[in-house]
């Protein structure tokens, strides 16, 4: 059998893996030479400019490291594959790899905070035209790309309404205008999940939520086209955000379990997501699993499950929120997402904590608005979790809301 044949769950434990198993080892080894030594000077020149496989030095390339880019490059059926320290090394480098000044990017309001730090305070400042479109206005988007594109920027689902869109549909319009297309794939996972199959050029993954699935390793992940990739690549190894041979240590071992967790993250968030709609001080949940989410359909039709990530709103706002989230007993309350524990957090607190309240009300984040990262516990913990904290609220907080 090759990769190819098998599925994604047996991909997470074998793929990628068999050519760094030296000395026998079952488990990939953590490499932690920084440098790589050859007798032969022929052989050393061939390896050093790229004629013959090889390592020579630990910003380039290293095994440890490598193992990890092949199990996710298998995952996504991609050609090539580059990694990163963060998901936001991964983000920055391939923005500045693409575009140069005069160049002209289209994405969405509702990119993650750092992506679109990137788009509001430092593209513009490279003369780099940033336009960003209402997340989920295919027609909008599809307009602003005719002008004259040369990247097409998407996150779907997006952080924190899980705002879904149209991979299909934008991969075609982006090609259309000549523009590289991009999507941060980190919500869904390759898993639920594979914008290559869809027509997108590149995929990006922030490593340190579902692919380590464990909250103790950060790093960032890039799959495409050889050509493509490689000069991200080229771009990463002289500006020196790589991936550390530890991190990529734990991102592999997190990974043999990608398949597994995911599954259940999904059945846990639409189990959840179901409960809170039934929930009176609830008034609003935002999840693509439920058939009332505007953009149900599409997610349906481009994803094989809709996620772990979902986020409801409270009424009495921040007043509700302050007593609700301590109450709970089986939630982490930190800024990070796509762990096996659950993970709670008000989005003013996280992801739009640079807004203003206004500036949060203008892209429809009301003040109470909680993210819900669903881990891998029983979910009938979480639901009486959740319903016990409902409970011991004061009435007077919501009453009049
Ligand atoms: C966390 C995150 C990032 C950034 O990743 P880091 O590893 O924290 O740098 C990018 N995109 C999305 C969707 C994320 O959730």
């Not at 390592?55 to 380039?60: F, P, T, V």
């Not at 963060?86 to 920055?92: C, L, N």
């Not at 930190?334 to 008000?346: C, D, Q, R, S």
């Not at 009301?366 to 990262?373: A, F, H, Q, T, V």
Request: with cysteine.
């Amino acid at each position: 059998m090759t990769n190819k044949d098998i599925r994604q769950g047996t991909k997470s434990i074998w793929a990628g893996e068999s050519d760094y198993l030296a000395f026998g080892a079952t488990q990939v080894p953590v490499v932690h030479s920084v440098s790589f030594g050859y007798e032969d000077m022929d052989e050393w020149y061939e390896v050093a400019i790229g004629n013959k496989e090889g390592h020579i030095y630990g910003r380039n390339t290293n095994p440890t490291v490598e193992a990890f880019e092949q199990k996710v490059r298998i995952l996504e059926g991609a050609e090539h594959a580059t990694s990163f320290s963060t998901g936001m090394a991964a983000i920055s480098n391939t923005l500045s790899t693409f575009l140069f000044p005069g160049d002209r990017i289209v994405s969405i309001k509702d990119s993650y905070g750092g992506t679109n730090k990137i788009f509001t305070e430092f593209l513009p400042k490279q003369n780099v035209d940033v336009s960003l479109c209402d997340t989920g206005d295919h027609e909008a988007i599809e307009a602003e790309v005719a002008k004259g594109c040369d990247v097409l920027y998407l996150e779907t689902p997006t952080n924190p309404t899980v705002k879904i869109t149209d991979i299909e549909r934008m991969a075609k319009a982006g090609k259309e205008a000549g523009a590289i297309v991009i999507v941060d794939n980190t919500f869904a996972t390759p898993i639920n999940q594979n914008p290559l199959e869809l027509g997108v050029d590149l995929v990006i993954h922030s490593a340190t939520k579902f692919l380590g699935g464990h909250a103790d390793a950060l790093g960032g992940v890039l799959v495409g086209p050889k050509e493509l990739v490689e000069k991200v690549y080229h771009f990463r190894e002289i500006n020196g955000a790589t991936l550390d041979p530890m991190a990529a240590y734990l991102l592999l071992r997190g990974m043999k379990t990608l398949k597994l967790r995911v599954e259940r993250q999904n059945e846990n968030a639409q189990k959840v997501a179901e409960f809170l709609e039934t929930v009176d001080v609830v008034d609003a949940v935002y999840y693509p699993g439920l058939p009332t989410h505007p953009n149900h359909d599409i997610a349906a039709k481009q994803m094989k499950g809709f996620g772990g990530m979902l986020s409801f709103n409270v009424k009495g706002g921040v007043d509700t929120l302050r007593h609700l989230l301590p109450k709970l007993q089986y939630a982490n309350r930190a800024a990070n997402l796509g762990a096996v524990e659950t993970i709670v957090g008000p989005t003013r607190t996280t992801s739009h904590v640079e807004c203003t309240p206004e500036e949060r009300a203008a892209m429809g984040i009301p003040e109470g608005l909680i993210r819900y990262s669903t881990g891998i516990e029983d979910v009938e913990d979480l639901i009486e979790d959740l319903d016990q904290a409902f409970k011991a609220l004061p009435k007077e907080l919501f009453q009049n809301a």
